[in-house]
């Protein structure tokens, strides 16, 4: 393991353990057996560490969720409970747990990790499920409304659940309990948008 990867792995352990504000650059160098100042060599701040954090989050989602989005070969019903399940799932892994738990309460701190949330957990799925609703409509397979709000009216479901989760006492499991709750959503938006 490189001192940068060492770096990465340690602040990760101390910023989920300690809280990010708790840490400070000594504290982390120490943990790794160096210097300070030779956390600088690896890293511009503390900052670019929890954004790296970010970027480790985001690429596990670019391999195992984003994919989903893409899926025409199956029906609409099999679609939304796929990408359903799947994510709830992937939210559940518990080295994702540690990402999302260090890293929901500082993007109210830093506004470049706030960005990037917002972009890979708002921006992003919807624009999928917008251009999604889109095709359906145009296929005459989904009511003809607003693809964009249609895609804010679903996804806005999911995120809310996805923000309980870390704000409830035990969020390990939280998602997986609620399966049958998405299913009934999926069924229920549906039928309101005549989705064949």
Do not use: C, W
């Amino acid at each position: 393991m490189t001192t940068k990867e060492l770096i990465y792995k340690n602040a990760l352990e101390l910023f989920s353990k300690n809280g990010y504000n708790n840490v400070g650059m000594r504290d982390l160098a120490k943990s790794v057996g160096i210097k300070a100042a030779s956390i600088y060599n690896h890293y511009k701040g503390k900052e670019e560490i929890l954004l790296s954090i970010a970027d480790s989050l985001v690429e596990k989602m670019r391999k195992e969720i984003y994919p989903l989005y893409k899926r025409d070969d199956l029906s609409p019903r099999e679609f939304f409970t796929n990408i359903s399940l799947s994510t709830n799932t992937f939210f559940e892994k518990e080295e994702i747990n540690q990402l999302t738990r260090l890293l929901i309460p500082e993007q109210f701190n830093s506004n470049a990790l706030k960005n990037i949330l917002h972009d890979e957990f708002i921006i992003k799925p919807r624009t999928a499920l917008t251009y999604y609703f889109k095709n359906l409509m145009d296929k005459g397979l989904m009511k003809k409304e607003n693809p964009l709000l249609a895609a804010k009216l679903y996804h806005s479901f999911f995120i809310y659940h996805f923000y309980e989760k870390y704000l409830t006492d035990n969020p390990e499991g939280f998602m997986l309990t609620y399966e049958e709750l998405f299913k009934e959503h999926i069924t229920l938006f549906m039928n309101y948008f005549n989705i064949k």
